[in-house]
């Protein structure tokens, strides 16, 4: 057998002065273009005059399509636990996990969003781990902006990363690229994946003025002495044969919202010219004409006429256009509109469940996609930043468990799901999922819960109200003694009621 050879290693002089290729550039293109369009910068699509007021109308349809599938995605709150659990919780290790995705659930949640967007949009989430340095306690996990960056992969294996090249501009007229590339001692990082144990990556920074000069080595280049890259990465939805995923702003979809725009503003310019009646006069001059409120309109001869245009009313015929584009939207992006709040899509009275999973499949079915890629990446994030933190060691890196806690994908009706919860217990599941299906944070209710119950000992030990109730018992709480009814008479012989 020949022995392989660093087949998967490449030079970071070779990458820094090679150019992007056209399908980077129109990738940055694309990627620019879905920002606008989430941000709302369509064009206008109607010229106007300068002495006439604007009659276009610019629908910002895309946005609401990310946002809604970052909100199913993460919901209120996704906890991120050490999966090394014992009985009374998750492991030694959860501090550190919560102060590495920043300490509370709002420094959590933002950050995650921030990369869901970034996914959304561009149809790829990079994340960043920079070492603590001076002071810090934890790494810092940092949302990269996917325009600058391009990724080398193996010809033929598109998952495995050779190299990240980082490029932005520093100043007025000086750039910046940074190499990440990675050093495959034996060729083996295709075989056994993209985890390859005796695998090391260099950091290489570069710099040069305008936009023609040769990129120059700045500073000395870094090792990066673990098998993993700094940089972490997810598609946003699957893709095949391609490293990039697939974004929630497809090109179809922004051009749907274009020629939205189009139809609504065409609508408006012929509501403003032909919304209301005109008045016509034949067979005479507009100087024999005379109109005033109080006046009496008379025509200067027999072939004179004085007509009315009708007001155009027939509009149902381009409105259904526009919902038929709405429809389209809806159906391509896998959002529909009733979980976007629109009232005409919105179910009357109760519903059942399965109407609502229905209703609410093509959304569930894309999220259930999403949780697993961006599953994937939070948990190898979270792991590397453990392993470069010395929290633990880098043979544990592989196996090491990571729990997420997704929230529910549907609204609940808390009378069912109440009855439902007592249904699950009866059969044996744990109140922890029971909690957890629920929306409820079973360590935060476990912690109120021993809280609440220490200050009713407290007041019952003072005479106050009743002991807390032990736990799994279903009997009536005894009586506190101070409240105990006094039987001695009736003890004697005295068969009359002791009052107290």
Known sequence: ???????????????????????????????????????????????????????????????????KGVSFLFGNVLKIEDGETDDEGPGDNQDFIDGLWGGNDDARMTLLSRAAINGGVCGQVFYKIVPPQGQMKYPRIVVMNPAIIRVVTAPDDCDTVLAFIIEYPGSVDLQRRQIIARIDPDGLASVAGE????????????????????????GEQQEWPYPFPPIFCNQNLPNPNEFWGRPDLTNDIVEMNRVLNFIQSNISRIVKYHGHPITFATGVGASQIHIGVDDLICLPSPESKLEKLQAMSEFA????????????????????????????????????????????????????????????????????????????????????????????????????????????????????????????????????????????????????????????????????????????????????????
């Not at 392989?4 to 820094?16: F, H, V």
């Not at 920002?35 to 005059?49: F, M, N, T």
């Not at 040069?208 to 080595?217: C, E, H, N, S």
């Not at 890629?373 to 544990?396: K, P």
């Open 195 to 218: 985890y390859d144990v005796d695998d090391t990556w260099t950091i290489t920074d570069y710099v040069r003025k305008g936009q023609a000069g040769a990129w120059i080595q700045c």
């Open 317 to 500: 015929g381009l409105l259904s256009i526009v919902e038929d584009l709405r429809s389209s939207m809806d159906e391509q992006s896998r959002v529909p509109a009733v979980a976007l709040g629109r009232l005409a899509e919105l179910p009357k009275g109760n519903i059942s469940g399965v109407a609502l999973q229905l209703l609410f499949q093509p959304l569930i079915e894309k999220t259930i996609q999403k949780q697993r890629l961006y599953g994937e990446a939070i948990r190898d994030v979270t792991r590397a930043a453990m392993v470069v933190a010395g929290i633990i060691s880098l043979e544990e890196y592989e196996d090491y468990p990571v729990t997420l806690h997704w929230a529910n994908l549907l609204p609940i009706d808390d009378l069912a799901a109440a009855q439902t919860a007592l249904i699950y217990q009866q059969i044996g599941v744990s109140n922890s999922t029971i909690m957890q299906q629920l929306g409820f944070d079973p360590d935060a209710e476990s912690e109120k819960s021993i809280a609440e119950d220490a200050r009713k000992l407290k007041a019952y030990q003072q005479g106050i109200g009743l002991p807390p109730a032990a736990a799994g018992s279903s009997s009536i709480p005894p009586v506190p003694p101070a409240a105990q009814p006094d039987t001695t008479q009736a003890s004697q012989g005295n068969t009359a009621p002791v009052r107290a």
């Open 1 to 67: 057998m020949v022995a392989p050879t660093a087949k998967n290693t490449i030079q970071p002089q070779t990458l820094a002065q090679a150019p992007a290729s056209q399908e980077d550039r129109e990738r940055c293109i694309r990627i620019n273009e879905a920002w606008q369009a989430y941000h709302g910068e369509l064009q206008r699509p109607l010229k106007v005059s300068a002495d006439q007021p604007d009659d276009n109308v610019r629908t910002n349809r895309c946005s609401p399509i990310v946002d």
